[in-house]
């Protein structure tokens, strides 16, 4: 009976999210944050980050509130080797207008194939929604985590580029 009432809940919400469907055919065109893949646990993938310019500085600097038309996306490899091969699908968030889902902060998720054109489920995801209520301090993203991913991978391009292990001073 529960297995019943949830699928009924997620097919329920499927529907009335295509409703709140957009398109991301550039997504590749945005800003990438990470140089290696990172490990999302709660998507079971590895993903990259990619951000728009509206995004940029309030995700590299954790900020509290992010603007309206900030977006972010995520392209999900489901492999274990952690290479960038086959996208399984995006997962995209978009900070709307004040009045669109005040209570959570106004941002729209959604689940995309991985050319950013065909919606498996779109809007006030709640699955997406319980889970990114947990990072309210950092506006419903968990930037703070995946800031000290990328910090770190940052801090070690810069130690191999400079040969510093190498050749030490």
């Not at 949830?6 to 999210?17: G, P």
């Not at 990259?48 to 310019?53: E, R, S």
């Not at 940029?56 to 954790?62: A, C, D, M, N």
């Not at 309210?136 to 800031?147: A, G, H, I, N, P």
């Amino acid at each position: 009976m529960i297995k019943f009432i949830t699928l009924i809940v997620f097919l329920t919400t499927l529907i009335s999210a295509k409703n709140d469907t957009h398109i991301f055919p550039n997504w590749k065109n945005l800003i990438k944050l990470n140089y290696q893949l990172l490990e999302s646990q709660d998507h079971n993938a590895y993903v990259d980050i990619y951000v728009n310019k509206i995004a940029v500085k309030e995700y590299i600097l954790e900020k509290e509130q992010f603007k309206e038309g900030s977006i972010i996306v995520k392209p999900l490899y489901s492999n274990k080797n952690k290479k960038r091969d086959k996208i399984s699908r995006l997962v995209i968030m978009m900070k709307m207008q004040d009045t669109y889902d005040s209570k959570n902060s106004n941002w729209w998720y959604g689940v995309y194939d991985e050319l950013g054109t065909k919606a498996y489920a779109a809007g006030k995801i709640s699955s997406c929604i319980a889970c990114h209520e947990s990072a309210d301090d950092t506006d419903y993203t968990f930037s703070d985590s995946v800031m000290y991913d990328i910090k770190s991978q940052i801090i070690l391009k810069k130690i191999l580029t400079e040969d510093i292990i190498t050749n030490p001073k």
